[in-house]
């Protein structure tokens, strides 16, 4: 059984960095795609940053780019997610999720990804 289990969130203030990693277990096949999605209390969960695992392509929302890094691992079985920057809005929970097989998806689409962690909880005060 394939599980995702998410680590590093945490409180900080506003202009501070944080360093998700998720970590997949459960299979000996690597996701092709493997995303960050946030969900705040209220709205929607959306897509934050996602990576083709074949050719190391990202994707990111426009609210995070340019303060946000998304990487795989040393292993591809890790998934990480640099934060920086940060902002109140940013706060939320964050979600690691991936899909395997597939090699052509909408890499921040919610309904595209298989897997998820259970989350955890970043917040960012002013």
């Known amino acids: 059984r394939v599980q995702l289990v998410e680590s590093g969130g945490g409180s900080v203030q506003a202009g501070g960095s944080l360093r998700l990693s998720c970590v997949v277990s459960g299979t000996v096949h690597s996701a092709t795609y493997m995303a960050w999605f946030r969900q705040a209390p209220g709205k929607e969960r959306e897509g934050v940053a996602a990576?083709?695992?074949?050719?190391?392509?990202?994707y990111y929302t426009d609210s995070v780019q340019g303060r946000f890094t998304i990487s795989q691992g040393n292993a591809e079985n890790t998934l990480n997610l640099e934060m920086n920057s940060l902002k109140p809005d940013d706060s939320a929970m964050y979600y690691c999720?991936?899909?395997?097989?597939?090699?052509?998806?909408?890499?921040?689409?919610?309904?595209?990804?298989?897997?998820w962690g259970q989350g955890t909880q970043v917040t960012v005060s002013s």
């Open positions: 999720a991936a899909v395997w097989w597939r090699t052509s998806i909408q890499p921040l689409g919610l309904t595209e990804y298989t897997d």
């Open positions: 990576i083709y695992t074949r050719s190391k392509s990202t």
